[in-house]
């Protein structure tokens, strides 16, 4: 695995939703029930926008979709509710849920000296990762705590790499959403996209999961 390393990489930073665990169809379930609850019905396709979105801003999109406004205080309440449900699908979830070849590829990465962060606008990023019981695999953690701007925006993707003390153009960067991969380039990072070329074109090497994962070398900008 990953002989042809480039040597510019010295960091990696994941997303958890989509590219860890298998969490992304709980936050798309948690969020079609509310919608249901305003009679806007949330497809897969609008679930894609939702993707690495954080929840207030998740919230506003879907509520802009049904034309429905309402005060701080109401969308707080709902946002409580999506998150309780989602907790509770969390709260049933099984090692057996993290997706293939990423503990694997965590651990081989180690091996190779490279260093690892979590890059994750989720508030419940540590909890999932004790769930699963590999937060030691992580030198740190950038999570939706520590966050102004979620994706597309860059930040979260550079307190990674302050926190890994790595410049953006020796870090990677594997997200599973549009605007997570949006985020990895505007920061100027290398970006692995997993999942499917339509929605994740522009990433610089896309493949269907992390399976016996190898870096496409000729992708790597030279640092
Ligand atoms: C991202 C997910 O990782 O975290 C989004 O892709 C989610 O779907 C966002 O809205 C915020 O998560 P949380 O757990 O703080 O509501
Ligand atoms: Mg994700």
């Not at 309402?70 to 997706?99: G, H, R, T």
């Not at 690892?116 to 705590?145: M, P, Q, Y």
């Not at 929605?199 to 994962?213: C, D, G, I, M, W």
Request: a negative charge; glycine letters at 4%.
């Amino acid at each position: 695995m990953m002989n042809m390393l480039n040597q510019s990489i010295q960091a990696a930073i994941f997303d958890l939703d989509g590219v860890i665990v298998d969490t992304a169809k709980y936050h798309y379930l948690a969020w079609k029930r509310l919608a249901a609850e305003f009679n806007i019905k949330l497809t897969h396709e609008d679930n894609e926008k939702l993707k690495g979105v954080s929840r207030m801003d998740s919230l506003d999109i879907i509520l802009a979709m049904g034309n429905v406004a309402l005060s701080q205080q109401e969308k707080e309440k709902l946002a409580d509710k999506k998150n309780a449900w989602f907790m509770e699908y969390v709260n049933q979830m099984s090692p057996n849920e993290i997706l293939p070849g990423a503990k694997e590829l965590l651990i081989a990465l180690r091996e190779k000296g490279i260093k690892i962060s979590l890059g994750s606008s989720s508030k419940n990023a540590k909890t999932v990762l004790r769930l699963l019981n590999i937060e030691h695999l992580f030198d740190a953690i950038a999570d939706g705590t520590m966050i102004t701007k979620s994706k597309p925006d860059p930040e979260i993707f550079f307190i990674a790499a302050d926190l890994l003390q790595t410049k953006p153009a020796h870090c990677v960067v594997f997200e599973d959403a549009e605007a997570g991969v949006d985020a990895a380039l505007s920061a100027g990072m290398f970006c692995v996209g997993i999942g499917a070329p339509t929605s994740l074109y522009k990433a610089h090497q896309v493949v269907a999961t992390l399976e016996n994962f190898e870096f496409k070398l000729n992708a790597v900008q030279p640092a």
